[in-house]
Nanobody, 117 residues
Framework: QVQLVESGGGLVQPGGSLRLSCAASGTSFSRNTMGWYRQAPGKERELVALIRSSTSTNYADSVKGRFVISRDNAKNTVYLQMNSLKPEDTAVYYC???????????WGQGTQVTVSS
């Protein structure tokens, strides 16, 4: 059974930093594309960042230069380092996984990030 478990969300002041983690189980982690999406109240879920098995990455324009996605295949974990946080980054952040072999998508339960003074 595939599971994605996120951690690291919370309340932070504008300009601050947070690191999100997502631990995967029940899958061959290293072959999969991993990513982070977010959904703010009243808005659609949007892509934040992706990292492929090759470690190539994609970022939303709104987070380029502030957020960094990385993966540790030995720990089956993907990270999102978020710096220079803004109030508009406030959202529920979801871990995402595309199992390349079975062509299935999986989601974590979400973790709240609130940027406020």
């Amino acid at each position: 059974q595939v599971q994605l478990v996120e951690s690291g969300g919370g309340l932070v002041q504008p300009g601050g930093s947070l690191r999100l983690s997502c631990a995967a189980s029940g899958t061959s982690f290293s072959r999969n594309t991993m990513g982070w999406y977010r959904q703010a109240p009243g808005k659609e879920r949007e892509l934040v960042a992706l990292i492929r098995s090759s470690t190539s990455t994609n970022y939303a324009d709104s987070v380029k230069g502030r957020f960094v996605i990385s993966r540790d295949n030995a720990k089956n974990t993907v990270y999102l380092q978020m710096n220079s946080l803004k109030p508009e980054d406030t959202a529920v952040y979801y871990c995402y996984m595309r199992d390349i072999f079975y062509n299935n998508d999986y989601w974590g339960q979400g973790t709240q990030v609130t940027v406020s003074s």
